[in-house]
């Protein structure tokens, strides 16, 4: 299906978000904890780590921070270059 310029696309287009969400959830697992103890300690209901772990709520970077700081973590945003394709 990523053959096709259009699914391609939005497949691209979603990559920086799937890529948030799989780094929360590798950090947790990490750490060690479930999505209830981090949630007792950050005060984010857990309901609401389950809903930004599927991707169907987008977290503020203050909820990133809260959430690093309770798995004893920092929160590291970058910016990098886009990669050209070289059409040989």
Known sequence: QLQDPEIRKEYEALQPEHTVIQAMIDA???????????AEITGIAQGDISKLERG????????????A?????????????????VVK
Do not use: C, D, Y
Request: hydrophobic share 30%.
């Open 56 to 67: 169907s709520a987008n977290p503020s970077i203050r909820t990133l921070q809260r959430l």
């Open 28 to 38: 947790r697992k990490k750490s060690g904890m479930t999505q209830k103890e981090l």
């Open 69 to 85: 700081k309770g798995m004893g973590m920092i929160l590291k945003i970058e910016f990098t270059p886009e990669q050209v394709s």
